[in-house]
T-cell receptor, first 117, second 115 residues
Framework: GAGVSQSPRYKVTKRGQDVALRCDPI?????LYWYRQALGQGPEFLTY????????KSGLPNDRFSAERPEGSISTLTIQRTEQRDSAMYRC???????????????FGQGTRLTVV | AQSVAQPEDQVNVAEGNPLTVKCTYSVSGNPYLFWYVQYPNRGLQFLLK??????LVKGSYGFEAEFNKSQTSFHLKKPSALVSDSALYFCAVRDTLRNTDKLIFGTGTRLQVFP
């Protein structure tokens, strides 16, 4: 696609429900990142992939959070048993190259605003 | 572990004056450094990057940044600020060591340019 696409743009869910956030990166981009951004704050690293391999998930807050990218393209971030503190903007970014030889910039999607009520 | 710091939450400058937004970093290898801008209710947009070579890099909208290895800094600058430059600015770093190369962002600096 022309840019990084995230869906849904807005998600309101009840506490305790599971949610799945989708990211469709720029075609051919190898690296895919997930970030969480609170209002007025910087993007907080959650996890990233090179191709289908999850390289680092050290930023995932707890085991309710998981991510996958099974075919090396579209990725899904899943939050189980959502809590109010999970409310935030979730952003996805893709980068053209993979580890060790990346000098290109990340391209960000518009994000998914998650509200847990 | 890599990290990036933006020591100023907010920078205020009068239109037409030069501006500087500060960023310092910590990495194990050599850094790849980036600046992004975020306008209200918008996504993050790439401004400029330092990979190697000339320490002064130029980017979009008249912005530039100076890489200083000895001070581990990558400050964003513009000779003459515009009101339309008012936004949130984020510095980001990637470590070039293969196993530690995730892209990390600073907490952001709000730039306010007054007419």
């Amino acid at each position: 696609g022309a840019g990084v696409s995230q869906s849904p743009r807005y998600k309101v869910t009840k506490r305790g429900q599971d949610v799945a956030l989708r990211c469709d990166p720029i075609s051919g981009h190898v690296s895919l990142y997930w970030y969480r951004q609170a209002l007025g704050q910087g993007p907080e690293f959650l996890t990233y992939f090179n191709y289908e391999a999850q390289q680092d998930k050290s930023g995932l807050p707890n085991d309710r959070f998981s991510a996958e990218r099974p075919e090396g393209s579209i990725s899904t971030l899943t939050i189980q048993r959502t809590e109010q503190r999970d409310s935030a903007m979730y952003r996805c970014a893709s980068i053209e190259g993979a580890s060790g030889r990346v000098n290109t910039e990340a391209f960000f999607g518009q994000g998914t605003r998650l509200t847990v009520v | 572990a890599q990290s990036v710091a933006q020591p100023e939450d907010q920078v205020n400058v009068a239109e037409g004056n030069p501006l500087t937004v500060k960023c310092t970093y910590s990495v194990s290898g050599n850094p790849y450094l980036f600046w992004y801008v975020q306008y209200p209710n918008r996504g993050l947009q790439f401004l400029l990057k330092y990979i190697t070579g000339d320490n002064l890099v130029k980017g979009s909208y008249g912005f530039e940044a100076e890489f200083n290895k000895s001070q581990t800094s990558f400050h964003l600058k513009k000779p003459s600020a515009l009101v339309s430059d008012s936004a949130l600015y984020f510095c980001a770093v990637r470590d070039t060591l293969r196993n530690t190369d995730k892209l990390i962002f600073g907490t952001g600096t709000r730039l306010q340019v007054f007419p």
